[in-house]
């Protein structure tokens, strides 16, 4: 999630922006991020490579582990349910690629939200 805000996780001596830091305190403590920066967000999240399609697995687990939070290394019943009634809500949403059902199409479900 702190990807989409722009930070690269993967690089250990990454220098936060002043802006990336004002976002990830308003995301992460005092929940203040809304209308479009937050919808913005949370497709960057969904879609961190910006391929406009993901796999139908990642975002299944992607929204899994969401649900799941850190409370556990394993998927529980809970984040299992949440994440396979989401990805039914996705085919009935038609948010799902007309070329291949195992791709969500990102831009079908940007203008879902």
């Known amino acids: 999630m702190?990807?989409?805000?722009?930070i690269d996780t993967?690089?250990?001596n990454v220098r936060i922006e002043w802006d990336q830091f004002l976002n990830l305190k308003c995301f992460l403590e005092i929940f203040t991020i809304t209308g479009d920066d937050l919808r913005n967000l949370w497709?960057?999240?969904l879609d961190p490579k910006g391929l406009s399609l993901v796999?139908?697995?990642e975002f299944?687990?992607?929204l899994e582990r969401i649900a799941r939070g850190?409370?556990?290394n394993q998927p529980t019943a809970v984040s299992e349910t949440f994440s396979q009634e989401m990805m039914k809500l996705m085919k009935l949403e038609n948010c799902m690629s007309e070329k291949n059902a195992n791709l969500?199409?990102?831009n079908k479900l940007k203008h879902k939200i």
Request: hydrophobic share 45%.
């Open 43 to 45: 497709l960057r999240a």
């Open 60 to 62: 299944k687990e992607f």
């Open 70 to 72: 850190s409370m556990s």
């Open 10 to 12: 993967s690089n250990e």
């Open 55 to 57: 796999p139908v697995e």
């Open 2 to 6: 702190i990807s989409a805000l722009g």
């Open 104 to 106: 969500i199409d990102m």
